[in-house]
Structure formats: structure tokens, C-alpha cells
């Protein structure tokens, strides 16, 4: 059973639910287990903090973790969407093995994807779960925290949100098109998915809207206010510490 034809349907969806799966990566691009695997800030080459600096440039701040916790956000996004859209639409995800996937860290957003093989799992929320989260969000928080002082309340407030922003955008879209079966196994898959023990507490789930417990710092981006999930009514004044989560 291949998953080209269910991975192209998610096109109309959005970018942040596209896969790419046809002809090669440009240049030699790392698989994401490279990108974990490098735990220490001084393994050469350092793709992640390759990603940080970019991402760091184009939202014009200073502040490296800031930038890190904006580049977690949207490379979980990426994740979240493909796979929540693949299980509500079509009722199985693609092993989306680190070993097997494919990133651009000089990408612009949403950031870049590549899967080299096509291995079709079952769509439910555990198999959705350890995909996601045990295959990527842990080992790339784990990466992050290394070179940054990212709160682990804030990592996990941004998985969250990144899974509650996915399945929003997956919901809009499959109520618009008559797949009310689609949105119901989006809503029910994510409320699943935010009791898991690494994202419970993160935040409330109320129908389609979503509120984090913690700060992903963008408020620091020059010019930026707050998230439209965020704890923070209004940019605070307060100090750094008090909102890394």
C-alpha cells in the first residue's frame, strides 16, 4: 500500500500539511535523526543551530531563544499537521521515522520535508503519539535545551499549541468541504492527544480554541504582541524568567 495519493490530497489544506515525496532532496540535506542525534552544541555539523541563527535573522531578534522557540514551533507544526491530517482524512499516517525524514535547516517557513520511504501506520492517537511526539518532539527538545534556556513548560506548551493549531486549520478545512467524519476524527484525536502525559497541563481545549499555560516568546520579536493562544492577554513588562513557562 503506497501513501503518495493520500500525502498529495493534504495539499489543499495548506503548506504546513504538504510532504514532499517525489525526486530527490536538493544538495545532501540531513535526515532529522542527525539533527537529534547532535545532543551537544559543538558537533560539527550543527544543523539545529543552523536553523536557530536563520530563523533568528528573518524575525529580526537578538535573542537566540527566542528564535530557537519559534523554530521548535514551526518545525512541530510541520509535524503535527501531516500527521493529524493523514490519520483524520484517510485513517493512517506515514512513518514519519527521523531515519526517514528529510529537512532543509536553511528552509524558509514552513520548514522544508522530505520522505525517502513509505511505510503506512494505523491513524489513532497512540500510533499518532509515539510518531510525533516519542519520534520527534522529545529527542528535538532535548537538542534545544542543550544550547538554550528553554523551560521545558514552554517546549511542551509549544507542541501543544502546534497540535491545536493543526487540527484548527484541519477542522476549518474538512467542515468547508462536507467531510464532517474528517473534523469530528481531527477534534477527537487531538482532545486524545492533549491528555497524553507529555501534553497534559499544557493548556485548555475548548471546541476549536485553544489556550497555553506558557509563553513561546514571540512577544520579544521586535514589533510582534502575543499569540492568539497565548496566557498572556497583552505583552508583558515583566522579566525574561517569568515567561519562559
Given at each position: 500500500?503506497?501513501?503518495?495519493?493520500?500525502?498529495?490530497?493534504?495539499?489543499?489544506?495548506?503548506?504546513?500539511?504538504?510532504?514532499?515525496?517525489?525526486?530527490?532532496?536538493?544538495?545532501?540535506?540531513?535526515?532529522?535523526?542527525?539533527?537529534?542525534?547532535?545532543?551537544?552544541?559543538?558537533v560539527q555539523p550543527d544543523f539545529l543551530t543552523s536553523r536557530v541563527r536563520g530563523v533568528a535573522t528573518a524575525l529580526g531578534t537578538r535573542e537566540a531563544r527566542v528564535a530557537a522557540s519559534v523554530a521548535h514551533l514551526g518545525l512541530a507544526?510541520?509535524?503535527?499537521?501531516?500527521?493529524?491530517?493523514?490519520?483524520?482524512?484517510?485513517?493512517?499516517?506515514?512513518?514519519?521515522?527521523?531515519?526517514?525524514?528529510?529537512?532543509?535547516?536553511?528552509?524558509?517557513?514552513?520548514?522544508?520535508?522530505?520522505?525517502?520511504?513509505?511505510?503506512?501506520?494505523?491513524?489513532?492517537?497512540?500510533?499518532?503519539?509515539?510518531?510525533?511526539?516519542?519520534?520527534?518532539?522529545?529527542?528535538?527538545?532535548?537538542?534545544?535545551?542543550?544550547?538554550?534556556?528553554?523551560?521545558?513548560?514552554?517546549?511542551?506548551?509549544?507542541?501543544?499549541?502546534?497540535?491545536?493549531?493543526?487540527?484548527?486549520?484541519?477542522?476549518?478545512?474538512?467542515?468547508?468541504?462536507?467531510?464532517?467524519?474528517?473534523?469530528?476524527?481531527?477534534?477527537?484525536?487531538?482532545?486524545?492527544?492533549?491528555?497524553?502525559?507529555?501534553?497534559?497541563?499544557?493548556?485548555?481545549?475548548?471546541?476549536?480554541?485553544?489556550?497555553?499555560?506558557?509563553?513561546?516568546?514571540?512577544?520579544?520579536?521586535?514589533?510582534?504582541?502575543?499569540?492568539?493562544?497565548?496566557?498572556?492577554?497583552?505583552?508583558?513588562?515583566?522579566?525574561?524568567?517569568?515567561?519562559?513557562?
Amino acid at each position: 500500500m503506497h501513501l503518495e495519493p493520500d500525502l498529495a490530497a493534504l495539499r489543499p489544506l495548506g503548506p504546513f500539511f504538504v510532504l514532499r515525496t517525489a525526486g530527490e532532496p536538493p544538495g545532501r540535506l540531513p535526515a532529522l535523526t542527525r539533527v537529534y542525534d547532535a545532543a551537544a552544541p559543538d558537533v560539527q555539523p550543527d544543523f539545529l543551530t543552523s536553523r536557530v541563527r536563520g530563523v533568528a535573522t528573518a524575525l529580526g531578534t537578538r535573542e537566540a531563544r527566542v528564535a530557537a522557540s519559534v523554530a521548535h514551533l514551526g518545525l512541530a507544526a510541520r509535524l503535527w499537521s501531516v500527521a493529524l491530517g493523514c490519520a483524520a482524512l484517510h485513517g493512517r499516517v506515514p512513518d514519519l521515522d527521523a531515519r526517514l525524514l528529510r529537512w532543509d535547516p536553511d528552509g524558509s517557513a514552513p520548514d522544508d520535508l522530505w520522505l525517502s520511504a513509505f511505510r503506512p501506520l494505523p491513524g489513532d492517537a497512540a500510533t499518532v503519539a509515539r510518531t510525533v511526539l516519542h519520534g520527534h518532539l522529545e529527542p528535538l527538545a532535548a537538542a534545544l535545551r542543550a544550547r538554550h534556556r528553554l523551560a521545558p513548560g514552554l517546549l511542551r506548551g509549544n507542541a501543544a499549541s502546534a497540535l491545536a493549531g493543526a487540527a484548527g486549520q484541519l477542522e476549518r478545512w474538512a467542515r468547508a468541504h462536507g467531510r464532517t467524519d474528517a473534523a469530528a476524527r481531527a477534534r477527537s484525536l487531538t482532545a486524545e492527544l492533549l491528555s497524553h502525559p507529555l501534553l497534559e497541563g499544557a493548556g485548555t481545549l475548548t471546541g476549536t480554541a485553544f489556550r497555553r499555560r506558557s509563553c513561546c516568546l514571540y512577544y520579544r520579536v521586535p514589533g510582534a504582541g502575543v499569540c492568539g493562544d497565548c496566557c498572556f492577554p497583552r505583552p508583558p513588562r515583566s522579566s525574561p524568567r517569568a515567561t519562559s513557562g
